[in-house]
């Protein structure tokens, strides 16, 4: 099966290279399995996955289609859709289970107001048949509790908070008199209005062109900045993970399989799952019949997988994976993936060559960035000095 990723161009991969300080664990979802209900039948989407976001970061999870990063992320929500149902696990906000929730009441204490999420396409998200303006305020006096003169005050700092022009104006207008890009700012601007503590983007940019989607990441990376929000990032492209991602989540058949600093996973990746995704990556610059690829499909979440869910795909699969299903190994503090490839016993393997030269990669193509940067600074400061006379 061909992995998905949205980058037609190999542009540079930009590392996000700051150094944040993160606070505390805001939410904490711990072993969750969600269920659905098909004519009958269940389907388990997730399955016993584990993760933790923290006060001011951005955690981005990442895996191929259906490996069920949208559930997960709308279990932290109660958006599950009727047929599906948290069967086990816990998922604590600020010492609150989530799971535990029942009523519309219940979560509209945390929907919104405290967890905010906005989808791929922002005109689900819009009302069609009510103004753009009209729509945040309505959030900001359902959820904030303020008065129709100081609700509008806010939506319209919101409009111009995300970059759109004339908000005077805008506020008065209907979606479909927005593009997609500005379209998906003013969902942006819902979802903040409320000032939420956690902002789940769930493939925020992929229906928009690349240089807008390039506009509305650097948005969502300056709201949070300035707002201080935990951002959960789900995505398909590993570019966009390199550039907003403090720490990622590798996501399987319905668990978290590795998870570490954005620089570990990059650089020190150690689930094979997690190989044949950054072997997807355009700007290794790898033609298709080098490539480590991806064979096979994920398994039937109707049925019960025994042992590791990846092992009929893994090339590197033990006996062992076929009938145990590997524990959550350490690599650095920060830093874990299930896989037995990591228990001690196992044979050594060699990584994958695409993988053991991914970071030099990587490393010249930041160490070129840095240089065309210089450059063009160093040029600059000499059109200055010239223009300037000095
Ligand atoms: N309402 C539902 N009823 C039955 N199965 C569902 C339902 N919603 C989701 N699923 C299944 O749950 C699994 C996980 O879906 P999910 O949408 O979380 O995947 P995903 O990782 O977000 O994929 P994508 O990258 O394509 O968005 C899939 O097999 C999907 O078909
Ligand atoms: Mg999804």
């Known amino acids: 099966m061909k992995l998905k990723h949205t980058m037609a161009e190999p542009a540079p991969l930009q590392m996000d290279q700051s150094t944040r300080t993160h606070g505390d664990v805001l939410l904490s979802a711990q072993d969750m399995v969600i269920e659905f209900n098909l004519r009958g039948r269940l389907l388990t989407a997730v399955r016993?996955?584990?993760?933790?976001?923290?006060?001011?970061?951005?955690?981005?999870?990442?895996?191929?289609?259906?490996?069920g990063k949208s559930v997960l992320a709308k279990s932290f929500l109660g958006m599950l859709d009727k047929n599906g149902r948290v069967r086990s696990g816990s998922a604590l906000y600020r010492g609150l289970d989530l799971v535990g929730l029942k009523t519309e009441d219940d979560w509209l204490a945390i929907r919104g107001k405290k967890v905010a999420m906005i989808f791929q396409?922002?005109?689900?998200?819009?009302?069609?048949?009510?103004?753009?303006?009209?729509?945040?305020?309505e959030v900001a006096s359902l959820h904030r509790g303020l008065g129709k003169s100081e609700a509008r005050l806010l939506a319209l700092d919101m409009l111009s908070r995300v970059g759109i022009p004339e908000p005077e104006r805008r506020y008065s207008q209907y979606p479909h008199e927005f593009s997609g890009g500005m379209r998906q700012r003013v969902v942006i601007a819902s979802a903040i209005a409320c000032g939420p503590e956690i902002l789940i983007c769930?493939?925020?940019?992929?229906?928009?062109?690349?240089?807008?989607?390039?506009q509305i990441?650097?948005?969502?990376?300056?709201?949070?900045?300035?707002?201080?929000?935990?951002?959960?990032?789900?995505?398909?492209d590993l570019g966009v993970v390199a550039k907003m991602a403090d720490r990622i989540a590798v996501?399987?058949?319905?668990?978290?399989?590795?998870?570490?600093?954005?620089?570990?996973?990059?650089?020190?990746?150690?689930?094979?799952y997690t190989w044949t995704l950054l072997a997807s990556l355009p700007q290794l610059g790898i033609k298709g019949d080098e490539l480590f690829s991806i064979k096979g499909t994920p398994p039937s979440l109707f049925k019960t997988i025994k042992g590791?869910?990846?092992?009929?795909?893994?090339?590197?699969?033990?006996?062992?994976?076929?009938?145990?299903?590997?524990p959550f190994f350490d690599v650095s503090p920060t830093h874990r993936a299930k896989t037995w490839l990591l228990d001690p016993r196992s044979p050594r393997i060699e990584v994958?060559?695409?993988?053991?030269?991914?970071?030099?990669?990587?490393?010249?193509?930041r160490?070129?960035?840095?240089?065309?940067?210089?450059?063009?600074?160093?040029?600059?400061?000499?059109?200055?000095?010239?223009?300037g006379g000095r």
């Open 367 to 387: 160490a070129e960035e840095l240089a065309g940067k210089a450059a063009d600074l160093a040029a600059r400061t000499s059109r200055t000095k010239k223009g």
């Open 202 to 214: 769930d493939e925020p940019t992929t229906a928009l062109d690349v240089t807008i989607q390039a």
């Open 121 to 137: 396409d922002p005109m689900t998200a819009l009302n069609p048949l009510k103004t753009v303006g009209e729509q945040i305020r």
């Open 48 to 67: 016993g996955a584990s993760l933790e976001l923290r006060a001011g970061e951005t955690l981005a999870v990442v895996g191929e289609s259906g490996s």
């Open 352 to 365: 994958p060559e695409t993988i053991s030269r991914l970071r030099s990669r990587l490393t010249e193509t």
């Open 217 to 236: 990441l650097e948005l969502i990376k300056g709201l949070q900045r300035d707002l201080g929000m935990s951002v959960l990032f789900i995505t398909h």
């Open 308 to 326: 590791d869910a990846f092992a009929p795909r893994n090339p590197f699969a033990l006996k062992v994976d076929f009938e145990y299903e590997p």
């Open 251 to 272: 996501m399987y058949a319905g668990q978290v399989v590795e998870e570490g600093l954005s620089s570990e996973v990059f650089y020190d990746a150690r689930h094979p």
